[in-house]
């Protein structure tokens, strides 16, 4: 149903006013999104149909039910399907609105938990919270006092309904991320040089080396080379794209070099790899193989 009065919602100062927390609608009508840059952390609830969603390190799934932190300053690709839908709670500060619970808390528990990067279970509350939130944002219910309030609502639901370890494992992006790891995250494009990697975050090769291993536990050409074949799976089953198109997005300076490429990880040519994911090879084996090849 329609907002009753719209004229008095609309001349308040609250309605429609720019925020620094939300929520959006978000649904598969155009199927692709290309969201760029974040800048606000966010949380992606799945509520309708799935969406393959890729950052620069991270490459998943998300389906009903599920959802997935996004940290401020990610770069965000996602293919929705048809009937695909997203609600996005986004938010300048993770606030758990409680002493009993803090985001140094959590920071403590780092070291305590392994980083999982799976979505995470929605639970409890929470799904009627999501429920009715897609009611306001139908109703086209803009005030910025509402969705602040419901962001909030949500922090009290997590602290409600997870385990500090969840919420530790779940915000692990943001708990202590040194600069470094940050500004590697943010330098980094496809199949890019070791030596030009150091040279975007202003260090020389030999130190980068020795501070990417202490920081990311594996070579540079190793981390290089899975995010490369995460982003490349990931874009080639978006079939609105061609190959070139997709070897330009990915900064290959050639169709030609991005063959080679593919063909040298997969054992494939960018089209045959796309033919073999449409004939139900799955993205997960291809990149282990890919991985250990």
């Given amino acids: 149903m329609a907002l009753f009065n719209p004229p008095e919602h609309l001349s308040c100062h609250h309605y429609a006013a720019q925020s620094d927390s939300g929520w959006m609608l978000i649904d598969g009508s155009e199927q692709r999104l290309h969201r760029g840059e974040t800048e606000y952390h966010s949380i992606l609830f799945c509520t309708q149909g799935s969406v393959r969603l890729a950052t620069k ?16 300053g990610s770069f965000v690709h996602a293919i929705l399907s048809s009937d695909g839908e997203l609600l996005n709670a986004y938010f300048d500060v993770i606030d758990f609105i409680c002493d009993k619970i803090s985001l140094q808390q959590l920071k403590d528990l780092k070291e305590e938990v392994a980083y999982n990067p799976d979505p995470l279970e929605v639970r409890g509350a929470i799904h009627s919270l999501l429920a009715t939130l897609r009611i306001y944002l139908d109703d086209r219910a803009q005030c910025a006092y509402l969705h602040e309030l419901k962001v909030k609502e949500l922090f009290w639901n997590l602290r409600a309904y997870y385990s500090r ?42 130190t980068f080396y020795k501070q990417f291993r202490e920081e990311f536990g594996e070579t540079p050409e190793q981390w290089i080379r899975t995010q490369s074949n995460k982003q490349i799976l990931f874009l080639i089953q978006d079939y609105d794209l061609n190959i070139g198109e997709i070897a330009t997005s990915l900064s290959f300076g050639s169709l030609s070099s991005f063959s080679r490429y593919c063909t040298n990880n997969f054992g494939h040519s960018p089209t045959a790899l796309r033919q073999a994911l449409q004939d139900g090879a799955s993205a997960e084996v291809l990149l282990a193989s890919a991985t250990q090849a």
């Fill in 57 to 72: 390190d991270d490459l998943c799934e998300l389906h009903v039910g599920q959802m997935k932190f996004i940290p401020r």
């Fill in 165 to 206: 370890e969840e919420l530790a494992a779940f915000l692990w992006p943001v708990l202590g991320v040194s600069k470094f790891h940050s500004d590697v995250i943010n330098a980094f494009t496809c199949n890019v040089k070791v030596s030009d990697l150091a040279k975007r975050v202003y260090m020389a090769t030999s």
